[in-house]
């Protein structure tokens, strides 16, 4: 009886799917996304409308807001502003609460990932074009410097107890450590066997950061060795990944149609399965305080948000 109802719970799917939500104004590409959990919000950068998409998760109610194509975005609580940036090349301050454009810094190049180092009221902002990241004041929105990387910048994340900012680099297969306190790498790290490393997320009390490569493999790296700690098979054509720390699972969201769900383990990664999700839902984030999983997609027919709650 043990034996068969532990396989009737790894046989249940992860994942399972709520009706989409259609966004108003037809069809348009996205990129990145973000849960707002203080505010209730889905944030979508619908980079190919050039706008803001915005989710309110209590009336499932969705707003567009006028900032350009952008792809990234962060959301800094203690500022209480939303920093987008992308192909539109501009970075764009909005106030959190009103969500309109309270500052804008225009850019020599388009923009991808951003990611916040609270401590430092630094936004980190990768170039698309070129080999560099840019890092910004968050409360005045000025220059602060520039940092060189060795390719194409991909998807970034500062980590508060390594006190690091880790940057993916996709042409290279290699995560890149930044110290802010130097802006500067102070460390290489191999995202073999991952390639094309795109989507990021961290676990802190592991000390891992995970990278999923587009080629199908999701990667932990220690953070006190740079070397492998685990490894999993994923689907391919992975860009965006986020972490429920509480539950300890991994979603990596493919362009394929697909979401693969993987546990963290006290010796590794366990695959939970793929989840059938929708062509072009490249892009993924999780709730903290539901644990429910969104993603964005667009076709023929319009653009839409779609919610996963957990089985």
Known sequence: MTTLLACLILAAPPLVPMAPIEVPGGPGKFDYVQVDAGKHRVIAAHTEKGQLSVLDLDSHQVQEI???????????TSTNR???AGAGKTVVALDRDSLQKIGEYQLDHPADSIALALPYHELYVDNDD??????FDTRALTLKATIPITGQAEWIEYDGMSDRVYQNVKDTNLTEVIDPRLHRVV????TSPATSPHGMAI???KGWVF????????????MKTGRLAAMVNIAENVDQICYDSTLQRIYCASSLG???VVQVTKDGLTSLGDVVSSVGAKTIAVDPLTHSVWVVYSNQKGSYFQGFTIK
């Open 66 to 76: 006028d900032t350009g194509a952008v792809n990234g975005i962060a959301i800094d």
């Open 82 to 84: 939303i920093f987008v």
């Open 130 to 135: 070129g080999k560099e990241v840019w890092v």
């Open 187 to 190: 460390a290489k790290w191999t």
């Open 203 to 205: 676990d802190n009390r």
């Open 211 to 222: 990278v999923a490569g587009k080629n199908g493999k999701l990667v932990a790296t220690s």
């Open 258 to 260: 697909k979401i693969s």
